[in-house]
């Protein structure tokens, strides 16, 4: 009734914005490529944007320094109660990534060590061992599509490195239902009545097949370790001594929605990263020639490689927050409940920080630099901030050094790759290439 006598008095307007006609008129462009419509809106009106609907009060918020204060100086009066993560919830429950408030600081201090520095250093071995696997199974001439052997070699590398368990058997499968699940998550909420009434569709059917695909994942990892018990203080192993897992028992839920969790936020955003990286690569042949010759500094180089891909191609284009308590932003009030949408593909794109944005320039990461500490957020920032971003940019940079070393990858197509942003960043084509071996 309240959200009805809201839509009755229309929003009260905080910010600049689009009409509600503008509005209307962009529905198809706000689902086909938001990232356009989000720089146009920042263009159009400035680095606060306040769009015309009555309830939630909906902020996009484009200036780096309100970023910051979103998601750090004043993170406390917000949360993570938005439609993108309810939509994640269907998929990883209350893991990690989804959960907000106490909860979300038990589950943190809970995995925390399997993230320490020490802990991502020994994941080194591992990283490498699965860059040259996939190496070996390129054949000189051999065409691959790039996406799906990413995917594939980084749900390896959560695998030994999380679970202590080998993936590659189940991997196609595996990284299939996390597309797909996260596809069916994107699709439902632009859709919202379908589940709101109840409403068989191909998205729901989707979602449920991943859910039994990625469960019984989850069943098999539990099993294996209680079958196999190891003394490495991996993450499985922190989670099952947390929540006390037993032979013959159902797998406790607190344990089924981190592994889920690890196992969708932990490969497809890395594997996202290289798809683009490798794009990048084979249409920038000054550059890959660099990471090429680049010698005793190839990781040094790789690194640089995949954080410049980050910033052009921020896997996780989206961060939303519900603010719990009033704000000034940009100079303007912010009310309570309102949501707030940030997206680092625009920030990365700001030439205040980023001269010539569109550019591929990895060489900017070779410094230190104002805008790398103020307007770089690919990991998001502040107490929210991924927990596996040394892990990704490990994983990064050895990928990138050891495969440049081993194989060169040429384009099958020169051509430009648009993009699709469903919950990660996706090739809107298939990035083919064939190999040669070096
Ligand atoms: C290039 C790769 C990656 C990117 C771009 C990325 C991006 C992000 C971003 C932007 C957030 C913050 C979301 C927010 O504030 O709303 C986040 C959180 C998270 N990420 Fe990543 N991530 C990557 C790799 C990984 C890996 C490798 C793992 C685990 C193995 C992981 C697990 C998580 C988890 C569990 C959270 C929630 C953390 C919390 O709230 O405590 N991510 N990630």
Redo the contacts with the bound molecule.
């Keep these: 009734m309240s959200t009805l006598r809201a839509y009755a008095r229309g929003p009260v307007l905080t910010a600049p914005g689009p009409r509600s006609g503008v509005m209307l008129r962009s529905i198809g462009t706000i689902r086909k490529d938001p990232l356009s419509f989000l720089m146009q809106m920042q263009r159009e009106h400035g680095s606060l944007v306040q769009f015309p609907v009555p309830t939630p009060a909906s902020y996009f918020v484009a200036d780096a320094a309100d970023v910051r204060r979103v998601?750090i100086e004043n993170a406390r009066a917000y949360d993570?109660h938005t439609m993108q993560?309810r939509g994640l919830a269907a998929l990883t429950g209350e893991?990690?990534?989804t959960s907000d408030g106490e909860k979300?600081r038990d589950a943190?201090r809970v995995v925390q060590p399997a993230f320490h520095h020490e802990a991502v250093a020994g994941m080194r071995e591992s990283i490498t061992h699965a860059a040259e696997s996939a190496c070996e199974r390129w054949l000189h001439g051999d065409v691959i599509d790039v996406e799906s052997e990413m995917m594939r070699m980084s749900l390896q590398i959560?695998g030994t490195t999380?679970f202590g368990a080998d993936l590659s058997a189940e991997a196609a499968d595996l990284s299939h239902a996390t597309l797909q699940a996260l596809d069916a998550v994107v699709n439902r909420a632009q859709r919202p009545w379908l589940n709101a009434f109840h409403i068989p569709s191909r998205s729901g059917r989707h979602l449920r097949q991943a859910l039994t695909e990625l469960d019984t994942a989850v069943v098999n990892l539990v099993a294996h370790r209680l079958s196999q018990p190891t003394a490495a203080p991996d993450m499985l192993g922190m989670l099952m001594a947390a929540h006390g897992v037993e032979p013959g028992q159902r797998v406790p839920r607190e344990v089924r929605d981190e592994i889920v969790?690890?196992i969708v936020?932990?490969?497809e955003?890395?594997a996202?990263?290289l798809t683009w990286a490798w794009h990048l690569l084979m249409t920038h042949q000054d550059q890959y020639s660099l990471l090429h010759d680049a010698g005793d500094d190839v990781h040094v180089v790789a690194r640089a490689v995949f954080e410049e891909v980050?910033r052009l191609y921020?896997?996780?284009w989206l961060?939303?927050?519900r603010s719990l308590q009033s704000d000034v932003l940009s100079g303007c009030d912010i009310p309570a409940d309102a949501l707030i949408i940030m997206s680092?593909w625009v920030v990365h794109r700001d030439p205040h920080w980023w001269p010539q944005p569109e550019k591929f320039v990895p060489q900017r990461f070779l410094e230190s630099s104002d805008a790398r500490r103020l307007a770089y957020?690919?990991?998001?920032?502040g107490q929210?901030?991924?927990?596996?971003?040394e892990?990704?940019l490990l994983?990064?940079a050895i990928a990138l050094a050891t495969i440049s070393q081993r194989v060169k990858f040429t384009a099958v197509e020169n051509r430009n790759v648009g993009q699709i942003a469903s919950v990660t960043l996706r090739p809107a084509a298939p990035i083919k290439a064939q190999v040669q071996r070096r």
């Design positions: 998601l993570k993560y893991g990690l990534l979300w943190r959560v999380l969790t690890f936020a932990g490969h955003t890395v996202s990263g980050l921020p896997p996780a961060i939303t927050r680092p957020l690919p990991f998001g920032f929210r901030m991924c927990i596996g971003r892990m990704a994983e990064g």
